[in-house]
C-alpha cells in the first residue's frame, strides 16, 4: 500500500513538473533535449557540456529515471516524463525554441508528434549506421537540422530528398558525440591481462540478430570451448525486447565462471577488458574498433534491413562498406587467436567521420548561431 502511494505521488508530481515547463514562455526554455534514457546520455553529454560553458540554460527531459543526465548539473533544468500519455501531451505541446534528440521517426508514431511551436528539432546520431538502412523509410523526414556523422550521411539523406521530393533539412558536419567521449575517457589499462576475454554483443530488432534468432550459443560455445571467456553484451533494447532469450542463455552458462552477463549497457569501460568484439551488424562494432583499435568478428547474418524501400536510394550502406576496413567475417570455427588487429583504423575513422574530437563545439557552436538568430528577430 505504501509502495503504490509513493508511486501515485511521483506520477502526480511529474504531472505538475510538466505542467510548470509548459506553462514557461518560450524564452526561459530556448534548448530542450530529449532522452529515451541513459544509453542514449553521451550522446548529449558532450554538447550540453559545451552549451553550459556558453551560459545557456538547459532542460533536460527523459523517460528513464536512472538516466544520469537528469542529475548531471545544478545549470540543468531535468524532467522525467513517462513513455506513455505523458511524453505524447510533452511532444504535443512542446514549446520551446530548439529540440535536440536522437530519437527517430518524429511526427510518425502516435507519442512522437511534431509541435507546431518548437522552431527547430535537431536529431543527433546514437549510431554511426546508415539513415537510408537501418531505419524507416520516414524516420528523419520530419526534421529540419540533422547532426551528421560522415559524408555518407548527408549524401545519403540528399539522395532520399530528391527521390521523394522533400523538403532540404540543414544538414551539419557534425561528428559523433558518444565516440568523441569514449576516446577522450574510456580507461585503457595496459596492465589489465585481456587477451583471454571477449564481449559478444549482438544487435536487435530482426533475424540479423544473434540473440533474436536463436543462433548467439553456437557462438559462445564455440568460443568458449577455444578456452575464452565470454561477456555477454545485449544491445538495451533487446532487454527490453527479447528478455526471454537473454534469460535462455544465461541459464545455459548459469555454471561456467567464464561466462558473464553485462546487465549495465551504459558502461563502456568493459569494453577494454577484451581483446575481441563478435558481433552481427551491431553499431557497437564502431566504438569498439576506433577506441579500443582491437579485433572485430562479425557473424554474417542477414543485414539489418528496416527501410523496406532502401532500393530506391541505391547506395551500399556504411556498415556495410567498411566492415571489412575495421573487422573478419568469422564463421564460428576458426581459431579466434589467428586473427590481428586492423591497421590504419585511424586514418579510417578520420576519413569517414567528421571533426573526430571536436564535434560537440561544432554543434554548441551551430546551436549558439541559430540563438542569436531568433534574439536578433
Not at 516524463?81 to 508514431?109: A, V
Not at 558518444?178 to 596492465?191: A, G, M, T
Not at 554474417?300 to 556495410?320: A, G, H, L, M
Amino acid at each position: 500500500m505504501h509502495e503504490s502511494l509513493n508511486n501515485i505521488l511521483n506520477n502526480l508530481h511529474r504531472w505538475l513538473k510538466l505542467y510548470r515547463y509548459n506553462a514557461l514562455p518560450k524564452k526561459k526554455k530556448l534548448i530542450t533535449f530529449y532522452s529515451e534514457g541513459k544509453h542514449y546520455w553521451l550522446c548529449y553529454k558532450g554538447i550540453i557540456d559545451e552549451l553550459i560553458k556558453l551560459n545557456y540554460s538547459i532542460y533536460y527531459v527523459s523517460s528513464k529515471k536512472d538516466d544520469p543526465g537528469l542529475y548531471y548539473s545544478k545549470k540543468i533544468k531535468s524532467l522525467l516524463i513517462d513513455e506513455k500519455y505523458q511524453r505524447y501531451i510533452f511532444f504535443k505541446s512542446l514549446n520551446t525554441y530548439i529540440l535536440i534528440t536522437t530519437t527517430p521517426e518524429l511526427g510518425t508514431i502516435p507519442d512522437f508528434p511534431k509541435s507546431i511551436n518548437t522552431n527547430h528539432y535537431i536529431y543527433t546520431q546514437h549510431a554511426l549506421m546508415s539513415t537510408h538502412y537501418a531505419y524507416k523509410k520516414n524516420a528523419f523526414d520530419n526534421y529540419d537540422i540533422i547532426f551528421c556523422s560522415g559524408q555518407y550521411m548527408i549524401d545519403e539523406i540528399r539522395k532520399t530528398e530528391n527521390i521523394y521530393q522533400l523538403s532540404h533539412k540543414k544538414l551539419v558536419k557534425h561528428g559523433y558525440s558518444r565516440l568523441d567521449y569514449l576516446l577522450r575517457n574510456i580507461k585503457k589499462d595496459n596492465n589489465i591481462d585481456k587477451k583471454d576475454t571477449i564481449i559478444f554483443a549482438p544487435g536487435w530488432g530482426g533475424s540479423h540478430s544473434l540473440i533474436e534468432n536463436g543462433e548467439a550459443i553456437r557462438y559462445i560455445d564455440s568460443a568458449l570451448n577455444q578456452g575464452y571467456k565470454i561477456i555477454l553484451r545485449p544491445h538495451p533494447e533487446s532487454f527490453k525486447r527479447s528478455p526471454d532469450e537473454i534469460r535462455d542463455i544465461v541459464s545455459k552458462y548459469n555454471n561456467n565462471s567464464n561466462f558473464s552477463l553485462q546487465n549495465d549497457v551504459s558502461d563502456f569501460d568493459v569494453l577494454t577488458q577484451s581483446f575481441v568484439l563478435i558481433t552481427d551488424w551491431s553499431g557497437i562494432a564502431f566504438e569498439y574498433a576506433f577506441t579500443t583499435r582491437n579485433i572485430v568478428l562479425f557473424i554474417n547474418t542477414p543485414q539489418k534491413k528496416v527501410n523496406t524501400d532502401y532500393k530506391s536510394i541505391n547506395t551500399i550502406p556504411f556498415e556495410e562498406s567498411i566492415r571489412k576496413d575495421i573487422g573478419y567475417i568469422w564463421d564460428g570455427q576458426k581459431n579466434i587467436g589467428s586473427y590481428s588487429k586492423k591497421n590504419d583504423l585511424d586514418k579510417i575513422l578520420n576519413k569517414y567521420i567528421f571533426n573526430v574530437l571536436s564535434s560537440d563545439v561544432i554543434a554548441s557552436n551551430y546551436i549558439d548561431e541559430l540563438i542569436k538568430s531568433y534574439e536578433e528577430v
